[in-house]
């Protein structure tokens, strides 16, 4: 076996990179970090793989089991959260020892076989005949190899259709189509809906909770900016209320503490209109549509 | 020469490659520097305002201001961030959008001025460099994959999630797109398939893989109208919401670097590469098409794709996540996989002997044919809407307020005749005004909330 100098330095250098790697799937305790792991000893075969001249076995690897598999994996595993660790408990009893005795059993088949292995001397892709991997390959998946491959294929669409169809929910209604939703949206209007969505609250100084009705262009609350429920439960808070706490607010900055016999700045918002300073703006506007919402 | 590759690179020393990778980085840069002006400013153009126009000669200076200010801006990590992965994404993104550039041949074979040095216009290339391009692009992914993830918070983990699927199913599509390419070319080593264009650039023989193509590699970019994965109005910016400063850079340099990454891959495979456009191409002899003037004819081209997609930004709407999923799974790739038989069809018809002209009259036979099909086919009678048969009503009767709107009555109904024509000729006890309340009859207000 004879490697040149270059090549001998990048597996050297790659090699044991690539075994921390490995170490590090089995000792790293979150699964995210294990699949990073994965992805580096995938892209390090890969860069061996084409250091010997099979750049489209290197590339190919990237591209499924780096690209998609480990993807899917990984779209898994995101999905579990950031603080998600392996449990240690065990679930089977005595797992960890018989999990260590078939894994030493596994090492010592393999290393067996390994070493009794008598590998022919390198060739480089010159000495082949000099043609290209995908050409190569080709030949011999599409001519010598075809039968094998096609019923591979058929088996492997086979799989996917039946994951399909064991994950298939039959629809219980028809799906609203973007048309018909639109439809029906215009088909309501004169039952006095809105087309578009609803004016959001309203943004003062001080407030931009649910409860806080929009002002419109001629300053007078937007009675639909309130969710229905709180109008209906009277949680609405009127505009006039709110201009009240603000002046009471800048009072207290004023003055440098609360004016006697009135509630902190900040106090949960009352319900209607009945706490309001009598003759603030608005109040005679206000009030009464909240009766009548009631 | 590596088999199976035009260009020859038996010159390149190691010092020549370093140089060509140095050059190329400085022109990626560069590239981006120039691609956020020319994004900006082409979109203002379109919503007919100025754009960046204070810094520098035509505000050309901008993007280089902005690019000081990110990188002098604090550099926040969030507490729940997991650190190692979060600093490791963005460097994951750029190392790998700055891969691909490696295998785009700018041009031919170029001499040095003042030397007689020749040297392909191209840093590598093997026989199998367009797949070399899908690794680095899948690859690239995990960046944002990682960096949704890392940050530890929920918006950028849905948007690495949505990246996530987006990949998958776009990433099919452009490979099967590149796949007939691969067949006319007969090769997937990037020189060799803009040598195959000497006579006719790939884009107009293979029109509906370049279609697919051009779609999917916007989807691949996470461009508008596919930004699912940093969708502003919906996910803050998705995966990199909790990135700043440098790190926050380093990501939205990989998207411009993508972005200049599948325009020269759609330029070098559909559109020519290097070559000179049509008219100018048959000036003496193809002059043209030797020397510097390639690089000028790529650059051009290049920056044609790239107008495209600052077009489509501008003109197109973010696609709704469903909608997305579902133009690609069953739109794109079955269009794709479709147009792969048929075009396999037609180079196995080739092999096996048979001329052009005869396939062209084969397929004009053929689509008469089914035209003729089509046109003799009996229609289908309309099947009865299910729910919303109840609102159209029987032929006959007119209502004034179909689906809300005021409508005039369709052919086969008749107006009802006016309440106001009746009131020129009162039957004994009519009452009018009763008619007119039930028509026009409004419910009490009620909203939805």
């Not at chain 1, 009893?93 to 059993?105: D, E, K, T």
């Not at chain 2, 981006?32 to 754009?51: C, D, N, S, T, Y």
């Not at chain 2, 008219?279 to 290049?302: E, Y």
């Not at chain 2, 096996?352 to 004009?364: F, M, S």
Request: charged share 15%; aromatic share 10%; glycine share 8%.
């Amino acid at each position: 076996m004879t490697a040149s100098g270059a090549e001998a330095a990048l597996f050297w250098v790659l090699a044991p990179l690539m075994v921390l790697a490995s170490l590090g799937l089995l000792f790293v305790r979150k699964a995210v970090h294990a699949a990073i792991c994965v992805m580096f000893v995938m892209i390090g075969l890969a860069i061996l793989y084409v250091a010997q001249q099979a750049p489209f076995l290197g590339v190919v690897q990237v591209v499924v089991y780096t690209g998609a598999v480990m993807m899917l994996f990984l779209f898994v595993l995101m999905l579990v959260g950031i603080d998600a660790a392996d449990s240690l408990t065990e679930t089977i009893r005595g797992q960890r020892w018989i999990g260590l005795l078939l894994g030493v059993g596994l090492g010592a088949v393999l290393l067996s076989v390994i070493s009794r292995a008598a590998f022919p001397p390198a060739v480089g892709l010159a000495e082949t005949g000099g043609v290209p991997n995908p050409v190569a390959l080709a030949r011999i998946l599409l001519a010598d190899y075809v039968i094998a491959m096609e019923v591979v294929g058929v088996l492997l669409v086979t799989a996917a259709l039946a994951g399909l169809v064991l994950t298939h929910k039959r629809r219980l209604a028809v799906a609203p189509t973007q048309r018909a939703i639109a439809r029906a949206r215009v088909a309501a209007l004169p039952r006095g809906r809105t087309l578009t969505p609803l004016p959001a609250p309203g943004v003062f100084a001080q407030n931009n909770a649910m409860d806080t009705p929009a002002l419109g262009p001629d300053g007078r609350p937007v009675e639909h900016s309130v969710p229905r429920v709180l109008r209906i439960r009277g949680q609405e808070r009127s505009a006039t209320a709110l201009l009240a706490a603000e002046e009471t607010l800048v009072d207290v900055v004023r003055v440098g503490g609360p004016p006697a016999g009135d509630s902190t700045p900040d106090s949960p918002p009352s319900g209607s209109a009945d706490d309001v300073p009598e003759g603030a703006p608005g109040d005679t506007d206000v009030a009464p549509r909240d009766e009548e919402e009631r | 020469m590596i088999p199976g590759v035009a260009a020859d690179f038996s010159n390149d020393a190691i010092w020549v490659s370093a140089i060509k990778a140095v050059l190329i980085v400085v022109f990626l840069l560069t590239s981006v520097l120039f691609a956020i002006w020319f994004e900006r400013k082409v979109v203002a153009r379109m919503q007919v305002r100025p754009g960046p126009n204070w810094h520098g000669p035509f505000g050309l200076l901008q993007s280089l201001a902005d690019a000081m200010k990110l990188l002098l801006k604090e550099d926040v990590t969030v507490t729940r961030a997991d650190r190692v992965v979060y600093l490791l994404a963005p460097m994951i993104s750029v190392f790998c959008a700055l891969l691909v550039f490696a295998v785009v041949p700018f041009g031919p074979s170029v001499t040095i001025p003042f030397t007689d040095f020749t040297t392909p216009a191209q840093l590598t290339d093997f026989p199998v460099a367009v797949l070399y391009v899908l690794a680095c692009a899948a690859m690239g992914v995990y960046g944002i994959v990682l960096g949704g993830w890392s940050s530890g918070s929920t918006y950028p983990l849905l948007g690495s999630v949505r990246s996530t699927a987006q990949v998958i199913s776009y990433e099919l599509a452009m490979g099967l797109s590149l796949v007939s390419v691969f067949i006319m070319a007969g090769s997937m080593s990037t020189s060799q398939i803009v040598a195959s264009q000497a006579g006719v650039w790939w884009f107009l023989p293979l029109l509906p893989a370049f279609v697919v193509y051009v779609i999917s590699m916007i989807g691949e970019t996470n461009r508008l109208p596919f930004d699912l994965p940093e969708a502003e109005g919906e996910l803050v910016s998705g995966y990199m919401t909790e990135y700043s400063s440098m790190k926050f850079a380093w990501f939205f340099l990989a998207e411009y670097i993508n972005m200049l990454n599948v325009s020269a891959i759609a330029t070098t495979l559909f559109l020519g590469g290097w070559r000179a456009p049509w008219p100018l191409s048959a000036i003496a002899d193809g002059a043209l098409n030797t020397g510097w003037w390639p690089v000028l004819w790529f650059l051009v081209k290049l920056w044609a794709v790239m107008f495209v997609f600052v077009w489509v930004r501008g003109t197109l709407l973010r696609l709704r996540y469903d909608q997305f999923m579902s133009l690609g799974w069953k739109v794109l790739i079955p269009v794709a996989l479709g147009w792969v038989v048929v075009l396999s069809v037609f180079q196995y018809l080739g092999l096996a002997g048979i001329t052009r002209t005869q396939l062209v009259v084969g397929v004009l036979v053929v689509a008469a044919l089914v035209i003729a099909l089509m046109w003799l086919w009996p229609e289908r009678r309309p099947a009865a809407p299910p729910g919303g048969a109840a609102d159209e009503g029987a032929p006959g009767t007119f209502d004034a307020f179909a689906d809300g709107f005021p409508v005039p009555p369709l052919p086969g109904q008749s107006l009802p005749p006016s309440p106001r024509a009746r009131r020129h000729v009162p039957p004994a006890g009519a009452t009018t005004g009763a008619a007119d309340a039930t028509s026009t009859a409004v419910d009490r207000p009620e909203e939805t909330r």
